[in-house]
């Protein structure tokens, strides 16, 4: 039977997050919305609390960077890192989700490793913080368009090309950059190879200004004749034109889960904070009666968490296949399509139920409003998790329905 209580050797995990959401995160959030671009150097101390906790074993992954599937064990089921790094997430990202993605060694590039690395370059690329860099400035969605090349020169490949909106991008120790080995060999030819910050060839260009998480640098980075050696490349060289993307695409089975859980994370805080801003207002939201027969406020209220209860159990059921090694492709989109809408709409909601004090800067209702949008666009926008959906369940190629 399926148990939705959060597993209980996840509690102190769990709880250890919140405290650090609430104690560190909260009290900086303004700040660094407010200085864009500055490293928030309070966070040194944080990771390094994450680096032990994972070092000492006490969590199975307490960061986005643990999320590796472990074996299935026959009739076994398992609550591991992707579960655990989720539970993690929501807490943090109820503090604040720009500082989170801000955290050192927590990357998507770290994800990224985790999910495709044999055992020797997890090994290798431990202790380092990675960026992952797909988008170019024609291809977004449409990663299959990526031009960005890797050509095999004796034991390097030689990488080339402009890589745009890479998180962490600047702070990061080295980047997971995807490449064509050979674009006329379409999606199967796309490869993700590791990239160490240093490496002559790759530069930072620059970084963003943003409408949210204004606390994480978004950078343009550009590789010319960049050379890594062969054995940075993650998962096969061997190009397998019936597997797709084989190699890179399953990092999303595990990824997307994770910007669920942000989603869900944010709109938890929008929820709480507003909650307290009705009762204040003599709203209260109750729990005995219809909905219809409240406050209109508290109406809304009731809808919205119903929508982020739905956005939470379809994040964890995502995460929940992850670590019991059981494909996931369908239930990461769903999860992700569904937590990145109700994430903009619970957190614009509230920003109205609050009226002036939701637009305001002295609350941080505007600036989570403005957060979520992020988290319903990158690791595949709304409309692309839509069509991967309808593809699963229609059994339609990419060729098919486009
Ligand atoms: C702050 C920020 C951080 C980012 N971080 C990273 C990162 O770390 N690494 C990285 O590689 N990228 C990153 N990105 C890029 C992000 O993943 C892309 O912006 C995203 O995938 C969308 O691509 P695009 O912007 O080119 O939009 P497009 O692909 O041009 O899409 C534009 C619009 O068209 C819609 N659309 C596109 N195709 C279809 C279709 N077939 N059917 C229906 N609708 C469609 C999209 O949903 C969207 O609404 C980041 C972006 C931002 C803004």
């Given at each position: 039977m399926i148990n939705l209580e959060v597993p209980k050797k996840f509690g102190t995990l769990v709880n250890l997050a919140h405290q650090a959401a609430a104690e560190v995160f909260r009290p900086i959030s303004r700040k660094y919305d407010t200085a864009e671009h500055t490293y928030p150097h309070e966070l040194d101390m944080f990771t390094a609390m994450v680096d032990g906790m994972n070092a000492s074993g006490e969590s199975s992954g307490a960061g986005a960077g643990g999320v590796r599937r472990a074996e299935a064990t026959k009739g076994e089921v398992h609550n591991g890192s992707n579960m655990s790094s989720a539970l993690g997430i929501i807490e943090m990202c109820w503090g604040d989700v720009g500082l989170l993605l801000a955290l050192p060694r927590q990357g998507l590039g770290n994800s990224a490793i985790a999910s495709v690395a044999t055992e020797e370059q997890q090994a290798r690329c431990s202790?380092?913080?990675?960026?992952?860099?797909?988008t170019e400035s024609s291809c977004g969605s449409d990663s299959a368009a990526i031009t960005t090349t890797a050509r095999l020169d004796g034991d390097h490949y030689v990488l080339n090309g402009e890589k745009i909106f890479v998180t962490?991008?600047?702070?990061?120790?080295?980047?997971?950059?995807?490449?064509?080995?050979?674009?006329?060999?379409?999606?199967?030819?796309?490869?993700?190879?590791?990239?160490?910050k240093g490496t002559p060839g790759l530069t930072v260009v620059g970084c963003e200004h943003k409408l949210g998480i204004r606390a994480s640098d978004t950078a343009t980075l550009h590789l010319q004749d960049c050379r890594v050696p062969v054995e940075n490349l993650l998962g096969t060289p061997e190009i397998l034109p019936d597997h797709g993307f084989a190699g890179v695409m399953q990092t999303f089975d595990n990824t997307r889960p994770l910007v669920a859980a942000m989603a869900v994370g944010v709109a938890r805080a929008a929820l709480e904070q507003t909650r307290t801003l009705l009762a204040e207002a003599g709203v209260t939201v109750d729990y005995d009666r219809p909905a219809n027969a409240q406050h209109a406020a508290a109406?809304?209220?009731l809808a919205m968490e119903a929508d982020w209860e739905a956005a939470y159990l379809l994040t964890l059921r995502a995460s929940w296949m992850a670590d019991n090694n059981k494909p996931n492709s369908l239930q990461a989109s769903m999860a992700k399509a569904k937590a990145g809408r109700t994430g903009v709409d619970i957190t614009l909601r509230c920003v109205e139920l609050a009226g002036s004090v939701g637009y305001g800067e002295r609350e941080l209702l505007e600036k989570w409003a403005r957060d979520s949008k992020i988290l319903d666009i990158f690791e595949g926008t709304q409309q692309i998790q839509q069509l991967i959906v309808a593809r699963r369940l229609l059994g339609k190629s990419s060729a098919e329905l486009k």
């Open positions: 202790g380092k913080w990675a960026a992952m860099a797909i962490s991008g600047e702070r990061a120790d080295a980047v997971v950059v995807w490449a064509t080995l050979d674009r006329s060999r379409g999606r199967g030819a796309i490869k993700s190879f590791v990239v160490e109406a809304a209220f």
